[in-house]
């Protein structure tokens, strides 16, 4: 394996979706697949034998489904960071994995450069959530959510927003012309006040309660 690869797993049930995500990663000289697996249970045995940066983990497989791979993988691995995979507009389930874990969060529609992107992002502790999936987790929040009771700073908001688009800490200071220490300083405080204990969790639940408008520039 050449160094700087970011090794992969596939968890997928269906034999044509792991061979397209499989020839996917032949493309990427930066990304290198190091299993295959049919279920959520494989799946883990797979990341204790490989430990692989990333998991592209699909949410309805037999034996084990996503979401309770995907938590046990996030506890016991937890520098094997999870993607969630989809075809089918289930907020429930998606939540469900997200709450897991899961950093990321596309439909399996995605581009082969965007899927290369977020797993690169993913690699180094970066959020992806597809737009609709964006849009169909701000639809679950109730019509009379209580935002303020988070009581976020402009400048907090301003930051979450830039948490949201998948921005590492360095690209947060850069973006709001801020020092990195006051750029760390702001995620931490976030996360305290959202009583969330990751990025991806925090993303999650902006999401749902409208915390921020979504960002409309095109990531970096």
């Given at each position: 394996m050449k160094k700087g690869q970011i090794r992969v797993i596939i968890a997928d049930d269906h034999v044509m979706v792991r061979s397209g995500l499989r020839l996917f990663l032949l493309a990427f000289e930066d990304l290198k697949l190091v299993g295959e697996a049919t279920n959520g249970q494989e799946a883990i045995q797979l990341c204790q034998r490989e430990k692989p940066d990333v998991v592209l983990m699909d949410m309805v497989m037999p034996v084990m489904d996503g979401v309770r791979a995907t938590g046990e993988i996030c506890t016991n691995f937890p520098r094997t960071q999870v993607i969630g995979l989809t075809t089918f507009y289930e907020s429930e389930m998606i939540q469900k994995m997200l709450d897991a874990g899961a950093i990321s969060f596309l439909l399996k529609s995605i581009s082969a450069t965007e899927l290369a992107r977020a797993i690169r992002d993913a690699s180094e502790g970066k959020s992806t959530i597809s737009p609709e999936i964006q849009d169909l987790l701000k639809g679950r929040r109730s019509s009379g959510a209580n935002t303020s009771k988070y009581d976020l700073s402009?400048?907090?908001?301003?930051?979450?927003?830039?948490?949201?688009?998948?921005?590492?800490?360095?690209?947060?200071?850069?973006?709001?012309?801020?020092?990195?220490?006051?750029?760390?300083?702001?995620?931490?405080?976030?996360?305290?006040?959202?009583?969330?204990?990751?990025?991806?969790?925090?993303?999650?639940?902006?999401?749902?309660?409208?915390?921020?408008?979504?960002?409309?520039r095109p990531k970096k």
């Amino acid at each position: 394996m050449k160094k700087g690869q970011i090794r992969v797993i596939i968890a997928d049930d269906h034999v044509m979706v792991r061979s397209g995500l499989r020839l996917f990663l032949l493309a990427f000289e930066d990304l290198k697949l190091v299993g295959e697996a049919t279920n959520g249970q494989e799946a883990i045995q797979l990341c204790q034998r490989e430990k692989p940066d990333v998991v592209l983990m699909d949410m309805v497989m037999p034996v084990m489904d996503g979401v309770r791979a995907t938590g046990e993988i996030c506890t016991n691995f937890p520098r094997t960071q999870v993607i969630g995979l989809t075809t089918f507009y289930e907020s429930e389930m998606i939540q469900k994995m997200l709450d897991a874990g899961a950093i990321s969060f596309l439909l399996k529609s995605i581009s082969a450069t965007e899927l290369a992107r977020a797993i690169r992002d993913a690699s180094e502790g970066k959020s992806t959530i597809s737009p609709e999936i964006q849009d169909l987790l701000k639809g679950r929040r109730s019509s009379g959510a209580n935002t303020s009771k988070y009581d976020l700073s402009t400048r907090e908001r301003e930051v979450l927003s830039c948490i949201i688009s998948g921005l590492s800490n360095a690209e947060i200071a850069q973006e709001l012309v801020i020092s990195l220490s006051t750029a760390k300083f702001h995620v931490s405080r976030i996360l305290a006040k959202l009583n969330v204990s990751n990025r991806a969790e925090a993303v999650s639940l902006a999401l749902q309660e409208g915390l921020v408008n979504m960002p409309t520039r095109p990531k970096k």
